[in-house]
């Protein structure tokens, strides 16, 4: 963590979130190079921040945000965003007849389905003269393993023909309109490949054999779901770990990304890029129950996925710092251990790193942003705006 961005963070009250805005602009910078032309969708999820949104848009390469909830959608389609497709989908009937009783929402809107009981929660919303716009969740994991599936399991959709049999359905459903395609590769751009295990070689084969099985899978589900749907607009796949071999494919029109912005510790672990650290936390040693121990307030901060010590926070200033095997991060005190302990006084602060990116605005209200050294704004998180979407 840069000594800038702890001094000019030194005297936020804690819990404290800082962004350094001179690494969130070389890492916008960064995205849309390695895009290559390609349009990036922004993965909201991994901001959270309506600031930082804004901030990352105003680049040429960026288009569009990939939402996570239909309230949040809506939300920021009133504040003046309008290209939202949700990455996810809904069932939240408030939000749904709030869609089909506003015709601006409707344009501005693509909701995720891969289900027809997904459309019969769209139409029960009420008929609409402009259509509610959706796009088409596929399913990308690897499966070329007997017995390993590959991936997250996303969606019931995996194959040409059952995207062509939902696109159909599509069709035939008056006041629905079949707009895109989503299939994002969880299994390429959500695991690390850096290491040098076993495992982890095992991995990198994966992740190949996987590239290749999908390239020529969703160009098969592209041009069966054309066949039905010719006014197509978009087709997005990847994330901010494979935005390369994405874009090599001829029928991707548009990648998303979002923890890239922030590049969070669980993005630290790839061989084809790294991104700078551009969100930290602050935290405050409040006691100090031995020599060797420094606790400090809070420090639970664990991210969502699989358990494990790769979702915790990692202590980044001063360096050295550890979590006691033995008790981890607290939900309201945490020990830290290390030789770094040692120099660590009732009232210091110890900085932090966020295993996921959006996450940790679940956590505050607020990010002070700073560059060149100096506080510039204070960027509201949602939670700041009041606002709970998960």
């Not at 849309?32 to 949104?53: D, E, F, H, Q």
């Not at 609409?128 to 596929?138: E, G, N, Y």
């Not at 295990?197 to 589900?221: H, K, N, P, T």
Request: charged residues 25%.
């Amino acid at each position: 963590m840069p000594q800038a961005l702890r001094i000019a963070g030194s005297d936020l009250a804690a819990p404290c979130g800082v962004i350094d805005c001179d690494a969130f602009d070389r890492n916008i910078a960064a995205l849309a190079a390695r895009a290559n032309g390609t349009p990036i969708r922004v993965a909201s999820k991994s901001l959270r921040a309506r600031a930082a949104l804004d901030r990352i848009l105003e680049h040429p390469g960026m288009r569009g945000i990939l939402a996570f909830t239909l309230p949040e959608a809506i939300w920021l389609a009133n504040k003046g965003h309008n290209d939202l497709v949700v990455g996810y989908p809904t069932a939240n009937v408030a939000a749904l007849r709030q869609l089909a009783g506003d015709a601006k929402l409707r344009r501005r809107i693509t909701l995720m389905v891969d289900d027809p009981a997904q459309l019969d929660l769209i139409a029960a919303s009420g008929a609409a003269r402009i259509p509610v716009r959706v796009c088409l969740d596929v399913d990308t994991a690897y499966t070329g393993v007997p017995g390993l599936y590959f991936g997250s399991r996303r969606s019931p959709i995996r194959t040409a023909e059952q995207a062509a049999t939902l696109a159909r359905t599509i069709r035939r459903r008056p006041g629905i309109e079949l707009v895109g395609i989503m299939a994002y590769e969880a299994q390429i751009a959500g695991i690390q490949d850096a290491g040098r295990g076993v495992r982890d070689a095992a991995i990198r084969r994966l992740r190949q054999a996987s590239v290749q099985e999908l390239a020529r899978r969703r160009a098969e589900i592209v041009a069966a779901v054309r066949a039905e749907a010719p006014a197509l607009e978009f087709v997005n796949g990847g994330g901010t770990g494979s935005i390369e071999s994405t874009i090599a494919e001829p029928a991707v029109t548009e990648v998303a990304a979002g923890s890239g912005f922030f590049s969070p510790t669980l993005f630290d672990g790839y061989r084809a890029f790294r991104h700078e650290p551009a969100a930290f936390f602050g935290l405050d040693v409040v006691r100090k129950p031995a020599d060797d121990i420094a606790t400090v307030l809070g420090g639970g901060w664990i991210a969502s996925g699989t358990p494990g010590a790769d979702r915790l926070p990692q202590p980044v200033h001063p360096t050295g710092l550890k979590f006691r095997h033995d008790e981890g991060a607290g939900e309201v005190q945490t020990p830290l251990v290390g030789e770094a302990a040692r120099g660590l006084n009732v009232g210091d602060r110890v900085w932090f790193r966020h295993a996921k990116a959006g996450e940790l605005a679940e956590r505050l209200t607020q990010f002070t942003v700073v560059s060149d050294g100096a506080i510039v704004e204070h960027w509201p998180t949602y939670r700041g705006e009041g606002f709970a979407f998960a």
